[in-house]
């Protein structure tokens, strides 16, 4: 991580460097700093580009299931091919939920394949030029930060255990680092997928709406 922090205070200064006169709102597309690309460990870029293959993954898990009713149940949030107009949400608070489809490879398969919790308040909140997520403390609680990328956000974080002290940060302990895109689903609706979690699951969805 050391040797990144050259990197990652030069693409910091680009981003910030992005006057008035560039015409550009908060949260918007900033290509020409890519800062997640200097903060992502190299052994997490492979879980990130193999996205579609956690999606493929976690509904092959679940039709075998017979559990394919139950995907559809959730609406667009299980769509991995919805399209829809880019609107990146700014700091206030919101409502989320988890979602977990599919089962870890390896892991025991007790529990259902599609499992949805219950909404809860959630928050973004500014972070300098960025903005953080953080869900509501439970048996899991996921936080991180959100780097503008095109037309998505890329989430790097890491989840937080009921009984844990502090706040562990990315990058402290591969373990428990969550990664992810959150893309807009409509208006005032957007999806955080993180695939591949090292614990449970193929792919965990974060619902987000406006509160």
Known sequence: MMRR???LAAALLALAGCSAGDDLQPYAVVRRADVWQAVIRDADRGRLARLSDAWMAARSDIAAAGASADLAALGPVADPDLKASVQLPGPGPYRCRIIRLGWRQGSVRLAPPVQAEDW???????DGILSRLETAPG??????????DVDRLVFLGSVRLADDMGRLRYGEDRDRDQLGVLTALGDGHWRLALPWPRWSARLILIEIKAA
């Open 139 to 148: 048996r899991q609680q996921y936080g991180g930060t959100l780097y503008p």
């Open 120 to 126: 809860a308040p959630c928050q973004l909140t500014a």
């Open 5 to 7: 922090l050259p990197v």
